[in-house]
């Protein structure tokens, strides 16, 4: 990361977050709320069976989305760090640094952390 991550203000206070991990698509969606989408975070990494798509996407709540923008992203405790690629942050509306509070169940931050590394594969991270 370029900056030193806890330096960096809080982008989004997740209270939400929903997996699916099937034979056809592995995804993560983040939000704070979940009645609404206004302010969320979906990365998406479509199945082996899907030869055409070759890499996972982010997606904002706009519903623009960028391929492979993740360059490193680091698990701290409920805080996930993500530096993205300087023109992807700028086309998804993100802080090039984006610090998301992860104010989730025990259980879904487990399953974050068992699925963010397979589905942001290409990126450098740590867990800690």
Same mark, same amino acid.
């Given at each position: @990361? $370029? &900056?030193?991550?806890?330096?960096? %203000? +809080?982008?989004?206070? +997740?209270?939400?977050? $929903?997996?699916?991990?099937?034979?056809?698509?592995?995804? +993560?969606?983040?939000?704070?709320?979940?009645?609404?989408?206004?302010? @969320?975070?979906?990365? &998406?990494?479509? &199945?082996?069976?899907?030869?055409?798509?070759?890499?996972?996407?982010?997606?904002?709540?706009?519903?623009?989305?960028?391929?492979?923008?993740? $360059?490193?992203?680091?698990?701290? =405790?409920?805080?996930?760090?993500?530096?993205?690629? %300087?023109?992807?942050?700028? @086309?998804? =509306?993100?802080?090039? +640094?984006?610090?998301?509070?992860?104010?989730?169940?025990?259980?879904?931050?487990?399953?974050? $952390?068992?699925?963010?590394?397979?589905?942001?594969?290409?990126?450098?991270?740590?867990?800690?």
């Amino acid at each position: @990361m $370029t &900056a030193e991550p806890s330096l960096q %203000p +809080i982008h989004l206070e +997740i209270l939400v977050a $929903t997996f699916v991990d099937t034979d056809e698509v592995s995804a +993560i969606k983040l939000s704070d709320d979940s009645a609404r989408d206004d302010h @969320m975070i979906q990365f &998406a990494l479509p &199945a082996a069976s899907r030869p055409d798509v070759l890499g996972y996407e982010v997606v904002n709540a706009e519903g623009r989305a960028a391929f492979e923008p993740v $360059t490193s992203w680091r698990l701290s =405790g409920r805080d996930l760090y993500l530096e993205y690629l %300087p023109r992807a942050a700028e @086309m998804l =509306g993100f802080p090039q +640094i984006q610090h998301l509070r992860l104010s989730i169940p025990d259980a879904d931050l487990a399953e974050l $952390t068992r699925l963010l590394p397979q589905v942001v594969w290409d990126a450098c991270y740590l867990v800690d």
